[in-house]
């Protein structure tokens, strides 16, 4: 069966640190990838998707960046943390239109 | 932006009653997806219904959709405190990528 693992779950960091978010799938290969963020009671904010190895497109242009490095492998980025990049950053893969998404369990950042 | 609407924002029932949310989009979609997401975790798939469906079960789970209207409701019949959670359309355009509304939060009390 197919499973999505994301880490860390909760993670503090201070403004101008670094960051770098982990995304894994197993149990399918060639898997649409997406990266979200969720600020409190708000809906998700799509922020990159993947359709293949090195195949990255950002949909808001920010403080952060990705990366595909393995087929199922996802990656978020920020050289220099902001306040405003706190939130909560949700992965997630798909097979395709119409076959919905499977997300991950999050990860809580908080930057100080 | 954002393309689906959720509403109400916040509901609150008694368990054993109905829950009844709606979600308005603005634009031509593939299909429209249901999603429930317990605090603090990941968003749960609950049901698709693509855009030549009206209407589709799961479970207590009930979703119709109405293209001319641009609007779809999920219905949860006969809820439980263990529904206490909020829930999001989301829809699936041309572009393939889905758009999330905020969400309705619900809370079901025993």
């Known amino acids: 069966s197919q499973t999505i693992h994301q880490w860390p779950a909760t993670l503090v960091q201070p403004v101008g640190s670094p960051l770098s978010l982990e995304c894994t799938v197993e149990g399918t290969s060639n898997p649409n990838l997406y990266w979200y963020r969720q600020a409190a009671g708000r809906g998700l904010q799509l922020l990159f998707y993947s359709v293949g190895i090195g195949q990255i497109s950002s949909e808001v242009p920010q403080n952060l960046s990705a990366s595909r490095p393995q087929d199922r492998q996802f990656i978020l980025s920020s050289k220099k943390l902001l306040l405003s990049d706190s939130g909560f950053y949700l992965c997630?893969?798909?097979?395709?239109?119409?076959?919905?998404?499977?997300f991950g369990s999050g990860t809580r950042l908080t930057v100080v | 932006s954002q393309q689906g609407e959720e509403d109400p924002q916040a509901l609150s029932i008694q368990e054993g009653e109905n829950a009844t949310m709606n979600c308005s989009y603005k634009t031509s979609i593939n299909n429209l997806q249901w999603y429930r997401q317990n605090s603090g975790r990941g968003l749960v798939h609950l049901i698709l219904i693509r855009s030549n469906e009206r209407e589709k079960h799961s479970g207590r789970l009930r979703v119709t959709l109405d293209t001319s209207k641009k609007s779809s409701s999920l219905l949860i019949t006969a809820s439980r405190a263990a529904d206490t959670a909020s829930y999001f359309c989301?829809?699936?355009?041309?572009?393939?990528?889905?758009?999330f509304g905020r969400g309705t939060s619900l809370i079901v009390h025993p």
């Open positions: 989301a829809t699936e355009g041309g572009s393939y990528i889905p758009t």
């Open positions: 997630a893969w798909s097979k395709g239109s119409d076959l919905g998404y499977t």
